[in-house]
């Protein structure tokens, strides 16, 4: 039986140091590419975007996010690993509590499943000159 296609709400946080922001890598092994995306994750119900983008950086990376502040709507629409995916992404900016975080250069995330993710920080001047590669791809032109 099928799963009946839905749209998911999610909640990203754009985390800025020094011209780069944090991302994770990933990889869709159908279309045999990499891409890069802010960190976040669905919003449960009766939760706010920011609240989400909140809970979501404390699970996968156990810091604590403030000076959340709601940057833009992004209806994203694609395909991920064979399958059709339809979000409307709620974009953050947001900062960590410990500066520390800043100064690291890779990071390990934990997901949901219990599988860890890398994390780094990326130059925005890349993702400029390699359109495509930062999801959702209005995301680049939100940001500036």
């Known amino acids: 039986m099928m799963k009946k296609p839905r749209i998911r709400p999610i909640a990203i946080g754009v985390f800025e140091n020094a011209g780069k922001i944090l991302v994770l ?3 869709d092994s159908v279309k045999g590419k990499h891409f ?3 960190l ?3 919003i449960e119900f009766g939760e706010t975007g920011a609240q989400a983008l909140a809970r979501e950086i404390l699970e996968e990376l156990g810091e604590e996010v403030q000076s959340i502040r709601f940057l ?3 209806e994203a629409i694609f395909n991920f690993n064979g399958d059709d995916g339809h979000e409307l992404v709620l974009v953050y900016y947001a900062e960590f509590c410990a500066a520390e975080v800043y100064t ?3 990071i390990t995330a934990q997901e949901d499943d219990g599988s860890s993710i890398r994390v780094r920080w990326m130059e925005l001047e890349w993702f400029r000159a390699h359109p495509g590669m930062l999801v959702p791809e209005e995301l680049l032109g939100l940001i500036g």
């Open 25 to 27: 890598e990933g990889y």
């Open 36 to 38: 890069y995306r802010p």
């Open 40 to 42: 976040g994750g669905g």
């Open 72 to 74: 833009g709507l992004i």
């Open 104 to 106: 690291r250069e890779e």
